[in-house]
Nanobody, 124 residues
Framework: QVQLVESGGGLVQAGGSLRLSCAAS????????MSWFRQAPGKEREFVAA????????NYAGSVKGRFTISRDNAKNTVYLQMSSLKTEDTAVYYC?????????????????WGQGTQVTVSS
């Protein structure tokens, strides 16, 4: 199995940037498709971004496309989410998720492994 730990969350002003990290342990990270999801208070967890095992292919939710960038460094067993031009509506707990396979699914049910989440708060 793989264990995931997110970090890098915090408070940032609207228009600012923040970089989230997801450190993996256990099995080799290159085995897994990696994604970021987020969950705002009172809302369901929603897809943010996914990256293929090699890092060559990505998928983004329309709400973050052009502002967020997902990347991975398999040698460091780490996945990143670079967030720019942040908006107040980006405020949520951000979760790192992993799945075995080669398809960039966007639904929570397709991911077997999850981190505990890191809080991102964007102030106006």
């Amino acid at each position: 199995q793989v264990q995931l730990v997110e970090s890098g969350g915090g408070l940032v002003q609207a228009g600012g940037s923040l970089r989230l990290s997801c450190a993996a342990s256990g099995r080799t990270l290159s085995t897994y498709i990696m994604s970021w999801f987020r969950q705002a208070p009172g809302k369901e967890r929603e897809f943010v971004a996914a990256v293929s095992r090699s890092g060559a292919d990505t998928n983004y939710a329309g709400s973050v496309k052009g502002r967020f960038t997902i990347s991975r460094d398999n040698a460091k067993n780490t996945v990143y989410l670079q967030m720019s031009s942040l908006k107040t509506e980006d405020t949520a707990v951000y979760y790192c998720a992993a799945r075995a396979g080669n398809l960039l699914y966007t639904t929570t049910g397709e991911y077997a492994y999850w981190g505990q989440g890191t809080q991102v708060t964007v102030s106006s």
